[in-house]
Structures are given as structure tokens and as C-alpha cells.
């Protein structure tokens, strides 16, 4: 599942990067002693140990597993409500008075067993609503051997966007409508029907449902019978194939109406992506990526796609951004449709990636499960390497894998240094812990040791191990230990020792590094020590066993050396290496860890910036790490904003992305100064060079990249306040708001967001019109997504009860609130908004992380211990469960926002002013 985190993060660096300056047998023993686990805490901060006590759990008993379910629905989208009944084939292990199944928000009429010789047992029915199960007793004992366990019962089409619920839609004619939709990751098929809602317990499914006869309906599996329902002929009762063996999570029902696109692939699969009514156009796109991606996977993973058909489909009202449910993957509009005319490059892009991921998952998820959701990131943390693989092979012209080193893995770490983060694999017992992993630490960080891994074994033996893994597996259920186990007997490396310092424990290492010369060979010193982002260790750190390349001038684009540290320190040495040359640790930046050189080192590696004989991900690295040192305190951000200089001449877009994106982290605690303005000063002068070279308009015979830059760079240079930057998208709005002449799609982001920086009421009226106007979800949301920049009090809080009404979909209200986050007075409006609005938002979001990137967003950012206070102590008095981890990282990001503005403030207040 690609959820919302990702396409908020996406968001996010997007957002405020435009707003400011800018994924051999069963082994579960622990890592080897030598490799602690113990994590040093200071301050007072809460580590992940310390959070509440969790609630007390048990699986479901296991003495009756279901084989098939043989489930019927009629949904009614008046009533919002549904009618079910189903025939649940079962084998009774042990005798038995009672069965146990999860059950929520269901309302069962009738209960009863029927065993193999037909003999008919009544059950009672009783709940535990706390549990979400509910438990079927009969009058006497159920004997060992197969039956039927038979149900009647009644649910709800609710309006959370889990489980079986109801969506709204409006007709090409204008009408507001409903169809019905379901998302069950994690633990919600249980409000569609009584089942053993456990990843392990799998089962078939046949699937029938009943909906009005002008309704489109689709389930995992093709229809093999549709008639009339002969009580009511505006009825039709559709029956669909069986299943494979596959988990609750995965089964999935959709009814509305809905155009479709429809192609083959290479090996005769049928792939249809499903639209809104008169849009199939807008799945062209994403129809073209899913028949390339499907025969890519089968080759990759030398497994042919085991279902006859492929559906994608756009839903509304959509809380994550795809689910990869069997044969029929739902995803956010945005996510998966483009129109040709009014989508900008980087949603294009994203879709790519999105239909990648979840196309990934019919193999590394549903095909093999993982066991239980403690391995959860297995699943999206594989599916998060794998679809940039995939898009790389689609689409080799975005130049893919550098832009993960900016979206994935730098995102990762600034995350996973924090003392309040977790490790890759968490110990989950109930399923209401699972929603606080599915975060950036299990998609990001898990793709990015993934990526690791697989550079560490090559790519032959990647394959072959996954090769092993998935035939082994297949139609069952694995643990992390499983995969370690396959990779390593295809690759003879001691896979499981390497990655279980990287799985079972949080955080991740700096190698500081030193050099001598000796003759013609260079003698590195490395050192490993855990990174945390306050730049302070308490106690002994851990280990991590980190594969270590290097590579040198004479070999700037390939690793000349290649091994595994796996001791606290060691001397390597690199050979053929002249005195004056530099050396680089991380090529590519493909090891999980950032690197502190020496100050020759150093000194040595800054040309390669600036007449780029570094390649990108090295250029992209060595900043990022340099930011990482100097947010740390290891280093002054003086030499970082130096190093900033290099890039003048910088041409490539995800270079210029992830420094535009820590010049934001910057900006951000500057707001809490008297010299802002001094910043913006730079900022111009940084990003004006290569604004004047890129101009405004599109040149003939542009590549993909070079339109996300300019959209990058106008984006910056608006917000620094460059007057004629300013003064050029006033006149393309004007000119696009009048509709003389449409501004461009890959332009409508800048140009929205420095109109709205420097604009007044009427700008802000200007913009709701277009998005009311709008006719395609992705411009509504680019435009909702601006409106925080706007100044004045009271059009701020205009914004924000405007996010809050029903003209912003509830999936959308967070990125409004967000984008008013993007200053100072915005974040303390913003703020205060969701403390005197936080019961309804509570309620909204229920049960959905939403809640929790809505809280990060608002609080992150702040700079000061009286805010710190003030987060925990609202939150201490309103409890946000799914939200408990989250809480504890805002507290601690503001804290060190607090000591980073005290530390270096006074700084970078000189060097600035030196430069204006």
C-alpha cells in the first residue's frame, strides 16, 4: 500500500520547498552479541521503549480455520447500508464449543454450523467491541472434521474510508452520487464481514455481490455469472471466479460508475484502469505504465502474474494513496490519473511510481504474505525499492534512482536519527499499533537497506534469491528471516548477519574518516559510531555490519574497492591513488549511513562540486550529510551554506531538489529571527543563476527533468522575492485566471504559491475560483495545497475552516492545514486550530494515520522549549494513540530546532550579512 505518508512526504518537500526555499531453515534469534542493541537516550526524551504500555492481545484461537468463504453483499447506496451472508468452509483441528472470528461494527442476525454429515448446529452470538471479535457458541460440542459455518448479517457503508464504505462522486450531469469502495489493510475487512481478519489466515474467496443494474462492480476475479436478482428487477446479482489462497486484507469490492481504458500485456493478461465517467482519457497514462510493469515483474521475479486480469481503478474518497488489493489495486485520483493537458511532469512521475509499487505487491505481498504485521515492512519497504527499479526500466529518462537518494533515503535518515524512532522491524502485538509503522522508517528506510542489500549481493543473485523466496512461499506466509535465508544461500553471503543489524535495531551509523598517504596507496581510517541528530551519544553505541565502497578521482563513477566493516573501526587501503587525489566513501549513495570526513578530505572532495566531475548522487550525498553534521552541531551550518556556494553551476534537478529542500529545513528556524530577510538575499543569489538560464518557457527538444527544475527554481526565486519573478507570475495568473492564455501545468505550482506569498484578499478569491473551477482532482489539490501562503490573520483563518468544510474532501483537509504551516504566525494559527478542532478531527479520522501527519505538520517546526511543553502537555490530556510516536518526535524535532537556532544563529546571521 502506498499510503498517504509517502504521497505526503512527496507533498510535503514539494510544499514547503516551494513554500520557503524550497519509501537454510526459520531464524528468529537476535543479532550476535557483539552487535548491541542499546541506544543511548539524554534530556529526558522519550525513546521507543518508553512509549505507553501496550494493550494486551492474543491472537485469534486456531482450533477452526476457514478454507473458503463463500460471501454475499448487497450493498445499499441510500441507506448506507449493507446486507451479508456467507458460507465460511472450515476444518475443525479440535473439538470445540465456541469459535472466535473478528468482527466490527457488524450486526449478525444468524449463526450456525452444518458439519460434514449435514447435521445443523445453531450458534449464540456474543461481542466484544474492544476486541473487535466476536464469538459463535453452540450447545454442545464440534467435533474434529470439516463443516460450513454459515452467517446472516448487517453492516454499515460508513464515511471513514475503511473497511466497506461509502464514496461520493458527481455525475458528468452534476449530480452528487455514492457508490461503495473498500480498503482492509490492515484490519478492516472485519467491517465488511465476520472472518479471521489475520494476515496468516488465509483462504478463497468466492464473492458475490448485488448492486443496481446500472452500476459497475468489481471484485479480485472476473464475473463468470451476472442475472437479474428475481425479487427486484433493478437488481443485478454478479458472481465472481474464485480466488487463490490469499489474506482478508487483500479481498476488495468496488460499486459506482466508471469508464474504463482497457489493453493486453505482453503475455495476454487483461489490464483495465477505471475512471470517473467521460475521463477514461486520464487512465491512458497510467494503462501504458501497467502493461510495460506487469511483464517486467513476471521477468524480474521469473514468476508468471498469477490472476487473469488486472484492474486499477480512481476512487474519490481515498485515505491512502493506493492499495494493492489482488487483481483490483484502488488508488487516490491523483495518484493514478493524467491528463495530457493540465498534469505537470512530477505528477506524471509519480504515478509511474505509484502503479509500480502496488503492481509489486501482486508478487512481494499477496503472492507471499508476510506472517504477521510485525514483518509489515517487508512488504512496503520491498514494493518502495522495487517500483523505482521498475520505473528505471520504464522510464530510464527520469533518472529515477538519484531522486530516490532524495525522496527515500535522505528522508529516511533524518527520521530514523531521531531518538524517538523505531527499527525497521517492530514487535506488533495488536493490530492498533500497526498504523504507527506504516511511516517512513518501514517504507523509506526498509527500500533504502533493500537497495543496500542488493548492491552488496548484485543483481543476478538478488534475483535468484527472490527467485527461491517467492516459489517457496507461494500462496503462504514468510517471515524477514525467510528472505535473509533465500538471498543468502544465492548469493553465499551472510545475508541474515549483515541485515539483522539493520533490521532489529533502530537507527544507523556515521563513518568518520581519515587518511594518510603512504606511497601510491591511500591508508583510510574508519570509524563507525550510531548518528543522532543532537550529536550526542550516551553510552556504548551500537554496531552495524556496512557495506563500505569507495571510489576516487580516477574512478569518480565506480567503486575500486568494496568490503564490510563490521567492527568499530578499521584501516582500508586503497591503492593507485596519487597524493592531491581525493577519495570518497558511498558512491552512488547507495550505503545506508552518512560520512564525516576529515577536514582535507574534505577540502579535497569540494571542486567535484563545482566543476561536477562528482557525479550527482555523490554531489547530492556529500551536501545532505554536510546539512545532517551541521543540524547536528557537529559542524557549523557556515560551512554547509558555503559548500551551498559550490552549486552555482549546478544543472541537474534532484541535486538542485534536495538542497532547495535543506535550505527550507533552514528557512523554516530562521523565521524565528530578526534576519530572514538576509536569507531570502542568498537564496537569490544561489538559485538566480540558474533561474536566468532556464527562463520561463519550454524549449524545444526538453527533457523530463529539466521541466521539474524549472518548476523547482521559479518556485524558489518567488518565494526569496524576487521582484521579477514576482511580477512575471502575477501577469501568467492573471492571464490564466481570464483564460487568454493557459499557464502550463508544470508552472501552475510556482506560480500559485508566489502570487499567493505576495498577494492579498483578491488573489486568494483569484485561487478558489480556479480550483471550484477545476475539473481535475490533481489541480484542485495543487491549488488547495498553495493556499497556506497567504498573509493576514484573518485570511489565514479563512483558509483554515475552509479546509475544514465540505468543498475539500476529507483526504485533502490535512495538505491545507499543512500548507498553512509554511510560517511562523500560519504554524501558530494552525496550531491553535487543531486544538480547538481536535475532537472533530479525531472523530474524522479514526482509526487512519491521517490524524498523525496532520499533528507533525503543525507542530514539527517550532523552536522553542515553551511550545515543546505545550505539544505534551495537550496531548497528555488528549490522548492520540496512533498518534503517540509522532507526538514524541515533534516534541524532540523542536527541541533541537531550539538548540540548533541557539548554537549556530548568531553565525549565520554574520555570514549572511557578509554576503548581501
Given amino acids: 500500500m ?3 505518508l509517502r504521497a505526503f512526504i512527496r507533498a510535503q518537500i514539494q510544499s514547503k520547498s516551494v513554500i520557503f526555499v524550497s519509501r537454510f531453515g526459520l531464524d528468529l534469534s537476535p543479532p550476535k552479541p557483539s552487535f ?3 541506544q543511548g537516550c539524554n534530556r529526558g526524551w522519550c525513546c521507543y521503549n518508553t512509549m505507553s504500555e501496550k494493550k494486551a492481545f492474543q491472537r485469534l484461537p486456531k482450533e477452526v480455520i476457514p478454507t473458503n468463504y463463500a460471501l454475499r453483499l448487497q450493498p445499499n447506496l441510500k441507506t448506507f447500508s449493507f446486507d451479508g451472508s456467507q458460507d465460511i468452509d472450515v476444518q475443525v483441528k479440535s473439538s470445540i464449543s465456541a469459535v472466535t472470528l473478528n468482527c466490527a461494527e457488524i450486526k449478525i442476525s444468524k449463526a450456525e454450523y452444518k458439519n460434514s454429515e449435514g447435521a445443523v448446529t445453531p450458534a449464540t452470538v456474543s461481542y466484544v467491541e474492544e476486541d473487535e471479535t466476536v464469538t459463535l457458541t453452540f450447545p454442545g460440542a464440534v467435533q474434529v472434521g470439516s463443516g460450513t459455518l454459515s452467517m446472516q448479517f448487517t453492516g454499515t457503508l460508513n464515511d471513514k474510508m475503511r473497511g466497506f464504505y461509502r464514496n461520493k462522486y458527481t455525475s458528468p450531469d452534476g449530480e452528487e452520487r455514492f457508490g461503495a469502495v473498500t480498503q482492509f489493510e490492515s484490519t478492516d475487512a472485519r467491517r465488511a464481514f ?12 468466492d464473492v458475490t455481490l448485488v448492486v443496481p443494474k446500472d452500476r459497475v462492480a468489481l471484485s479480485n476475479m472476473p464475473v463468470i455469472k451476472e442475472s437479474p436478482l428475481e425479487s427486484d428487477a433493478s437488481l443485478k446479482v454478479l458472481q465472481y471466479s474464485r480466488t487463490p489462497v490469499m489474506s482478508t486484507y487483500l479481498l476488495a469490492f468496488v460499486v459506482g460508475e466508471y469508464d474504463y481504458v482497457e489493453a493486453m500485456d505482453a503475455d495476454g493478461i487483461l489490464v483495465r484502469v477505471y475512471t470517473a465517467l467521460g475521463k477514461k482519457e486520464q487512465g491512458d497514462f497510467a494503462l501504458q505504465v501497467a502493461v510495460k510493469t506487469l511483464p517486467f515483474y513476471k521477468n524480474y521475479f521469473n514468476i508468471p502474474y498469477p490472476l487473469p486480469k488486472m484492474d486499477l481503478i480512481a476512487i474519490t474518497d481515498f485515505a491512502a494513496g493506493a492499495m494493492e488489493n489482488w487483481g483490483l489495486v484502488t488508488y487516490r485520483e491523483t495518484a493514478l490519473l493524467i491528463d495530457s493537458a493540465n498534469s505537470s511532469t512530477a505528477a506524471k512521475q509519480w504515478v509511474a511510481l505509484v502503479v509500480g509499487h502496488e503492481l509489486a505487491h501482486q508478487w512481494f505481498g499477496n503472492l ?9 515492512w517487508l512488504n512496503e519497504g520491498f514494493a518502495s525499492f522495487i517500483e523505482y527499479l521498475c520505473v528505471d526500466y520504464c522510464f530510464p529518462e527520469y533518472d529515477i534512482w538519484t531522486q530516490f537518494v532524495s525522496t527515500d533515503f535522505t528522508r529516511a535518515l533524518e527520521l530514523d536519527a531521531l531518538r524517538n524512532s523505531h527499527p525497521i522491524e517492530v514487535p506488533v502485538g495488536h493490530p492498533a499499533e500497526v498504523d504507527e509503522i506504516f511511516d517512513t522508517i518501514s517504507y523509506s528506510k526498509g527500500a533504502s537497506v533493500i537497495r543496500m542489500l542488493h548492491d552488496y549481493l548484485g543483481d543476478e543473485n538478488f534475483r535468484k534469491g527472490l527467485h527461491q523466496y517467492l516459489t517457496k512461499f507461494s500462496h503462504s506466509n514468510a517471515f524477514t528471516e525467510d528472505l535473509w535465508a533465500s538471498l543468502g544461500a544465492a548469493s553465499g553471503k551472510p545475508v541474515g548477519d549483515v541485515m539483522s543489524t539493520w533490521t532489529k535495531q533502530m537507527g544507523f551509523p556515521v563513518l568518520k574518516v581519515s587518511q594518510e598517504q603512504d606511497g601510491d596507496n591511500r591508508v583510510l581510517t574508519v570509524t563507525q559510531q550510531k548518528f543522532c541528530a543532537d550529536g550526542k551519544l550516551e553510552g556504548k553505541s551500537p554496531l552495524w555490519m556496512v557495506p563500505v565502497s569507495v571510489s576516487t578521482a580516477s574512478s569518480p563513477g565506480q567503486s575500486v574497492l ?35 570526513y576529515s577536514a582535507d578530505m574534505l577540502d579535497a572532495l569540494l571542486p567535484g562540486i563545482r566543476d561536477k566531475t562528482l557525479p550527482p548522487r555523490d554531489r547530492l550525498g556529500l551536501q545532505n550529510d554536510l546539512f545532517a553534521l551541521a543540524k547536528a552541531g557537529v559542524t ?11 552549486f552555482v553551476d549546478e544543472d541537474n534537478y534532484t541535486v538542485w531538489s534536495d538542497v532547495a529542500t535543506n535550505l527550507s529545513g533552514l528557512s523554516i528556524l530562521l523565521q524565528y529571527t530578526n534576519y530572514h530577510e538576509d536569507f531570502k538575499v542568498f537564496g537569490r543569489k544561489v538559485f538566480g543563476p540558474v533561474s536566468a538560464r532556464l527562463g520561463w518557457e519550454t524549449k524545444e527538444g526538453e527533457d523530463h527533468l529539466t521541466c521539474m527544475l524549472r518548476s523547482l527554481v521559479i518556485g524558489r526565486m518567488g518565494k526569496f522575492g524576487c521582484e521579477a519573478t514576482l511580477g512575471e507570475a502575477q501577469k501568467r495568473l492573471a492571464a490564466h485566471a481570464d483564460k487568454s492564455t493557459v499557464l502550463a501545468a508544470d508552472l501552475r505550482a510556482p506560480v500559485y504559491t508566489t502570487c499567493l506569498t505576495h498577494g492579498d484578499e483578491k488573489t486568494l478569491e483569484c485561487l478558489l475560483k480556479l480550483m471550484r473551477e477545476a ?12 493556499l497556506g501562503n497567504i498573509k493576514g490573520e484573518e485570511l489565514v483563518k479563512k483558509v483554515l475552516n475552509f479546509a475544514m468544510s465540505d468543498e475539500v474532501r476529507s483526504q485533502d483537509t490535512v495538505f491545507v492545514i499543512a500548507g498553512i504551516t509554511c510560517t511562523a504566525r500560519g504554524r501558530e494559527l494552525a496550531w491553535e486550530f487543531i486544538q480547538s478542532r481536535y475532537a472533530e478531527l479525531k472523530e474524522r479520522y479514526q482509526g487512519i494515520f491521517l490524524l498523525a501527519r496532520l499533528i507533525k505538520a503543525a507542530t514539527n517546526d517550532f523552536a522553542s522549549e515553551d511550545k515543546a511543553v505545550e505539544v505534551e502537555a495537550f496531548f497528555k490530556k488528549n490522548p492520540a494513540p496512533q498518534a503517540e510516536r509522532t507526538v514524541q518526535q ?18 549565520i546571521k554574520a555570514f549572511l550579512q557578509s554576503k548581501k
Fill in 2 to 4: 502506498v499510503i498517504l
Fill in 36 to 38: 548491541s542493541l542499546a
Fill in 194 to 205: 465476520p472472518c479471521w481478519d489475520e494476515p496468516a489466515v488465509k483462504a478463497t474467496f
Fill in 368 to 376: 507471499v504474505t508476510m506472517e504477521w504485521w510485525t514483518h509489515l
Fill in 562 to 596: 568494496t568490503t564490510v566493516l563490521d567492527k568499530e573501526t578499521t584501516t582500508i587501503t586503497v591503492k593507485n591513488v596519487k597524493p592531491g587525489e581525493w577519495v570518497k566513501l558511498n558512491p552512488g549513495t547507495v550505503g545506508v549511513y552518512r560520512t564525516q
Fill in 636 to 646: 557549523s551550518t557556515v560551512d554547509f551554506l558555503k559548500v551551498v556556494e559550490a
Fill in 775 to 786: 475539473d481535475l482532482h490533481e489541480e484542485k489539490v495543487r491549488i488547495m495545497r498553495s
Fill in 890 to 907: 515533534s516534541c524532540e524535532n523542536i527541541r533541537l530546532n531550539m538548540e540548533w537556532l541557539a548554537r549556530d544563529s548568531d553565525k
